[in-house]
């Protein structure tokens, strides 16, 4: 099977586990929101409250408030402090994000051995 028809594959399934009900409720802006937070903080280049809001490439500084506040309704990220510096805010993923990431993983697995 090509790449493409691989990666179609992937993103069925990623829609059926997106439509499973223990799937979190995310929007695509929450969805990439989570992603550049958990991206930077498996570089251990934790995001900065600060950091999210200038990312202009996947939403106005509002929506990304409005986002930052659903994600951790969700219970998909939470706010941490470094040391005694209790002015900045990193924001980490929870043990519930790391479960659904693993979970895409598993997705994507699935994707290329059936393949």
Do not use: C, W
């Amino acid at each position: 099977m090509d790449s493409k028809h691989i990666y179609l594959r992937f993103l069925n399934l990623i829609h059926a586990l997106d439509g499973s009900a223990n799937a979190p409720a995310m929007d695509l802006d929450a969805k990439k929101l989570l992603e550049v937070i958990a991206v930077r903080h498996a570089s251990e280049k934790p995001l900065t409250v600060t950091d999210a809001m200038a990312l202009s490439a996947i939403a106005s500084p509002a929506t990304i408030h409005r986002k930052l506040d659903q994600l951790r309704e969700l219970g998909m990220i939470d706010t941490v402090f470094e040391g005694k510096n209790r002015r900045t805010k990193y924001l980490v993923p929870t043990p519930m994000a790391h479960d659904y990431f693993k979970q895409l993983g598993n997705v994507m697995k699935q994707a290329l051995v059936e393949a």
